[in-house]
């Protein structure tokens, strides 16, 4: 990224050094020498100090230093200092620290005279001695010198090359662009590094805060910490629990505005379809029931098989009246609002496999193979317990029309927001002309093959009422070897 705060951070510490770096060695060309003349004058100043005290002290006396000891702390002095120096007592005696004292006595001599001045730059000037920056034309090479007179009248001159100071400046700079190079390369290495530790849990909280942007609220921020970044990752994680308990609790606000204006307008229909329905289905198995409960007792057969027979057909009928009784209720109470739908969020994959498991037994009895493949997890919005209804309906279906075949394969994927579950069976296709009714009340495409097995017409109508419900698609498609039924529900 163009204006990344890594990319930012690296820039600011690598110009921060550079720039210090810079800065130290202008620093060093430009005020090393002047500070290195300023603390010079200061160490001849002691020098001349040192020999007025060897004067008073009467350790100096007529250009001779009458103490060995003396002598010593004196040269000690100077050499520690690069200084050399030159007494003269002006009785043709001289006091020096160097082998070669004609160049020192010539420079006094010029300065006694007023002809060194001539191409010496002027320190600072008192009454006792002068200091000046001068330039020797024997050797090429320029001096701070100090001459004057000591107390006692003798005459003396202190010199110190340049040189060496200059010498200094150019190794120091050297240095300096040496240990610059490398500090600079440890620069950009550890900016990177604290950068990218820096950044690492940032990008995290960009990449979760585009997620909960998408309503996608199962990302958390994993990073951790104690720092300030470590709190804010804390708090996203608590603003992503509270964002998702809002939306649920607005999707189901809102469904439950839906439904309240479809409501009113269904309501009386849905009334009159429902108690002609429930008459006209409760009428065959009410005549089966009388019909062999009147036989029973007129005691038609005396045979034990023949009224454990007509025992059965009423068992059979009566279980047949209840469940459907059962359906009617759950059905109505879809179809009429009277049951509250709780919108929250909830893994379809595991309700899939917990609803195979239960029906377990039931495949081994049909002898039906069942194919799920499906291991990711696939989170959906809806009421659990009825998509579990509407996910057991079609499974239920499934088994009791899987033909000679007996495969029954289910489905999950995810496209454009949306959760997509298929239930596939072997067997015969459903006729075109009971396609758009099969979703109907009470109506069943095979009457005979749904009597077989219990059915009344009702399953099918109660995926329907569930999934209008949610406001959500669902339907079925036709193969030329089996049936899929299909709903869909929101992953966001």
Known sequence: MKHSIKRQMITVFLGLLVSFVAALFLINLWLLEPYYIGNKKTQFIDMYGE??????????????????????????????????????????????????????????????????????????????????????????????????????????????????????????????????????????????????????????????????????????????????????????NRMSEKLESTISELKSANNRLKEDIEQKEQLEKMRNEFLGNVSHELKTPIALIQGYAEGLKEGISDDVQSREFYCDVIMDEAAKMNQMVKNLLALNQLEFGDEDIVFERFDLTALINGVLQSMEILSEQEGIHVIFRQEESVYVWADELKVEQVVRNYVSNAFHHAG??????????????????????????????????????????????????????????????????????????????GVEFWFELDVQ
């Open 51 to 236: 020999l007025n005290q060897a004067i008073k002290d009467g350790i100096l006396k007529d250009g001779m230093l009458t103490d060995e000891e003396a002598a010593g702390h004196l040269a000690f002095h100077a050499e520690k200092n690069n200084i050399s120096f030159l007494v003269a007592d002006g009785r043709g005696g001289y006091l020096t620290n160097v082998h070669d004292k004609e160049q020192l006595k010539n420079q006094l001599l010029g300065y006694l005279l007023n002809q060194a001045q001539k191409d010496s730059k002027i320190l600072e000037d008192t009454e006792e001695y002068q200091i000046n920056q001068s330039w020797n034309p024997w050797n090429q090479t320029e001096y701070i010198e100090m001459w004057g007179e000591l107390e006692d009248q003798s005459q003396f001159l202190l010199r110190s090359p340049l040189e060496g100071i200059k010498e200094s400046a150019k190794i120091s700079n050297r240095f300096l662009l040496s240990i610059g190079s490398i500090l600079i390369l440890l620069t950009v290495v550890s900016a990177w590094y604290f950068s990218k530790r820096l950044t690492t849990p940032i990008l995290e909280l960009a990449a979760l805060s585009d997620q909960m942007a998408d309503l996608d609220f199962n990302a958390k921020y994993k990073s951790g910490g104690s720092n300030e970044i470590g709190e804010l990752g804390a708090n996203f």
């Open 404 to 481: 000679m075949e007996k495969v029954v394969e289910i489905k999950l994927r995810t496209v454009d927001g949306k959760a997509r579950l298929t239930v596939f069976n072997t067997g015969a296709p459903i006729a075109k002309e009971d396609i758009e009714h099969i979703w109907e009340k009470f109506y069943k495409a095979d009457k005979a093959h749904s009597r077989e097995y219990g059915g009344n017409g009702i399953g099918l109508s109660i995926v329907k009422a569930i999934m209008e419900s949610f406001h959500q698609k669902y339907g079925v498609n036709n193969y030329d070897n």
